[in-house]
């Protein structure tokens, strides 16, 4: 089965330091990974793919199929990156995406 | 710029009611999805559906049913809506590999 594991509820960190959100997932194919962010009043929006590579607002996240890991990190934190961060998989076969349970990411000044 | 709107942002119902939020899109999409956001257990999927009158059920389909008649429209339909259903609803389309989510609709059954 499907699954996405999110840890922390909420992290809360100080504008400049290093952030990392953790997200484990299980799944028995070959999963497509993603982060979509959430801002407050906003629209859930993509923030970045496992298969693009790329950084995106300086964040960035690298799948790890030997720990089933798909961390968010970002070396320093600003404290326009708030939001609520989670982690979504999706089946190459079937497009299923399902979601962890968020990690909401607090940057104080 | 691409869309995907649910028809209403609040809605207020009283238990027992059939209650139908809508959801269309305007990219061409073949697959939409309904989500269910609650504090604390994120984004859990209701049902989705890959083609017109296609659907799968989610992880929480209980309560719930879906209706697909063309291909920009995915409705869900509470039945007999109750008050453990107050939550906020989500509607995505995906395409490619990116999902657009729409506004959310915030129902309350009282």
Redo the contacts between chains.
């Keep these: 089965a499907q699954r996405v594991t999110?840890p922390e509820?909420l992290l809360s960190v100080f504008k400049g330091a290093p952030v990392e959100l953790k997200c484990n997932y299980s799944y028995s194919g070959s999963p497509?990974l993603?982060w979509?962010v959430q801002y407050s009043r906003q629209?859930?929006?993509?923030l970045l793919?496992h298969?693009s590579r790329e950084s995106i607002k300086g964040f960035t996240a690298d799948l790890n199929k030997g720990e089933t890991s798909f961390h968010l990190k970002k070396p320093f934190a600003q404290e326009e990156d708030s939001a609520m961060y989670?982690c979504?998989l999706?089946s190459y076969n079937?497009?299923?995406?399902?979601?962890?349970?968020?990690t909401r990411l607090q940057v104080f000044p | 710029d691409v869309k995907v709107t649910q028809s209403s942002r609040y809605l207020v119902k009283r238990t027992g009611e059939k209650v139908f939020l809508e959801c269309v899109q305007d990219m061409d999409h073949e697959n939409m999805f309904w989500y269910r956001q609650d504090p604390g257990l994120g984004l859990r999927l209701i049902y989705f559906s890959y083609d017109v009158k296609m659907k799968e059920k989610g992880d929480i389909p209980e309560g719930y049913s879906v209706s697909r008649e063309k291909k920009e429209r995915f409705s869900l339909i509470l039945e007999s809506a109750s008050t453990n259903q107050t939550s906020m609803y989500l509607c995505a389309s995906k395409g490619g590999t990116e999902a657009f989510f729409g506004q959310g609709t915030r129902l309350t059954v009282v």
């Design positions: 999110q509820k497509e993603f979509y629209r859930l929006q993509l793919r298969i989670y979504a999706s079937t497009d299923k995406l399902i979601f962890g349970t968020g």
